[in-house]
């Protein structure tokens, strides 16, 4: 017994097999959308920046996905009320030395911000994966946390303004008092 389909029944299959493909295409650019939309808000500018850095917003975000994985792994903890204290003291004498040397007021506080994040559990890595890690936590703090870094170890031809070193000054005092801060167990501050 063989069994034939009709015309009608063939033209019937391929409309049903063509809506089957056409709606779970959708579905799986829905999906693309919303993931990248989650990203977005959840990396703000570091979204864009790896989107650059990688070619294309599949791999970025393969990329951001891997940086989550990596904290997510790490014993990251909140300072003690001591280390807080200290820290706090720290960042006045830092920022009371600015009016006087400001460039060496700037590098200590890129120093005080890397001691700060060393203490909450950051590795010890070069700033570019230090940064990495702390974006998937604080992406809004990423774009002061590069710009006073970079104006911090830029060398001595290329000195910074008075001006420059004060943006720095105020971008650090931004990240310090975010990263200084107690948080809520699980809670990752979104870029928007």
Do not use: C
Request: glycine share 4%.
């Amino acid at each position: 017994m063989s069994f034939q389909l009709t015309p009608i029944q063939i033209t019937i299959v391929a409309v049903v097999l063509l809506l089957v493909v056409a709606i779970a295409v959708g579905l799986y650019l829905k999906h693309r959308k919303t993931r990248t939309l989650g990203f977005k808000n959840r990396f703000g500018s570091e979204y864009d920046r790896a989107v650059q850095q990688h070619g294309t917003p599949k791999k970025a975000e393969a990329k951001l996905a891997d940086r989550e994985n990596r904290v997510e792994k790490m014993k990251i903890r909140e300072l003690s009320p001591t280390e807080r204290d200290r820290f706090v003291a720290e960042w006045q004498t830092v920022q009371s030395r600015f009016v006087d040397h400001p460039k060496s007021a700037v590098t200590e506080a890129d120093d005080l911000v890397n001691a700060l994040l060393e203490a909450r559990g950051y590795p010890k890595d070069g700033f570019e994966q230090r940064a990495a890690d702390v974006s998937v936590t604080y992406p809004r703090l990423m774009e002061n946390y590069r710009v006073g870094h970079d104006i911090a170890v830029r060398p001595g031809k290329a000195d910074a303004s008075t001006e420059e070193l004060r943006t720095a000054m105020i971008q650090y005092r931004a990240i310090f008092d975010e990263l200084v801060q107690e948080q809520a167990p699980g809670q990752v501050r979104t870029a928007a």
